[in-house]
């Protein structure tokens, strides 16, 4: 995501849990695609983590909207770091690592880089 908050790119695994198509993310707003909940956490979480704050978590769960009448999709996220490029504009990663299926209370080993945008 960039310092606006919109997708920027998204991997084929992100389009499968949140059931969208590639094309139609791209320049949405990230809290298009969380239930509504979640989208202030990430919000502050996101703010945070482009201000290199440390103790912001790096893997935490939300709740991702679903198709219409498929009710909500628990997922985890990983953001390890924010990145700035060559003319100065600040990206912050928010890789989604996967469901939660069962409510197992186990949360899933973070998949190793590379890290998607």
Known sequence: MNDRREVIEISERACELAGIYAD???GE???KFLSPEYVDMVTEYYCRRL???QQVPDFYKV?????PGKGKIPCFVRSPAAYSDSKGNRYCVLQLCGTAPGNSGRRPTPPKPPLLH
């Open 29 to 31: 707003s990230f809290e």
């Open 51 to 53: 201000l290199n704050d």
């Open 24 to 26: 139609r993310a791209i």
């Open 63 to 67: 709740m991702l909207r679903a198709k």
